[in-house]
């Protein structure tokens, strides 16, 4: 038999301050445990009666920022809905230790910082790695990856500008036009690791 969910991994919701880790708080409530943020500690996930049926909730200050009705007591992975949450919906992930949870939550976030380095968007990627670096439980030798990933980031943000700062120069001496569509375009390089 399984362990039951020590910690669950919110991710791809559209309230972005929803994702991370929730943490067992070892109170229970409608037959489950609650669950809290690992940073934001006044985002819940819980599950919830509404009447004489049941459902897991994701909310903060007694708001509902998304939901799912069933009548299971481990909360599911998908069928999630936006109430006051911004679309889309997350998925919900549980996790018998907190050391698994934080190795998917990394996972996650780097493929998210990936994609966003794929498609130019630097320093939205070193944002992505900035949150992988900040999981409750981190190996020493993948704190180091997510830092040189982060730096290489960083450095291709600053290769870009200066790219850009090239264009721009030759364009203002009429040697080539410049490119108004770079979204780096006027973002400083943030240098602090």
């Not at 018998?96 to 130019?120: F, H, I, K, T, Y």
């Amino acid at each position: 038999a399984a362990l039951p969910p020590e910690a669950y991994v919110v991710h791809g919701a559209g309230a972005q301050e929803v994702n991370g880790i929730y943490l067992d708080t070892q109170v229970k409530a409608f037959g489950a445990p609650i669950f809290r943020h690992s940073v934001m500690s006044d985002h819940l996930l819980s599950r919830e009666r509404a009447g004489d049926r049941h459902g897991w909730l994701i909310g903060a200050n007694r708001r509902i920022l998304y939901g799912v009705r069933t009548e299971e007591a481990v909360c599911p992975k998908s069928g999630w809905r936006g109430f006051k949450g911004e679309g889309p919906a997350p998925r919900v992930e549980g996790f018998s230790s907190v050391a698994d949870a934080s190795r998917r939550l990394v996972e996650v976030w780097c493929d998210m910082a990936e994609s966003l380095v794929r498609g130019g968007l630097f320093r939205q990627a070193a944002d992505a790695y900035k949150r992988a670096l900040g999981t409750p439980v981190l190996a020493p030798q993948r704190r180091a990856e997510l830092h040189a990933f982060r730096a290489r980031t960083f450095r291709q943000l600053a290769e870009s500008k200066k790219k850009v700062r090239n264009v721009e120069e030759e364009g203002a001496s009429g040697a080539a036009p410049r490119d108004l569509d770079d979204p780096l375009h006027g973002l400083a390089a943030e240098w602090a690791i």
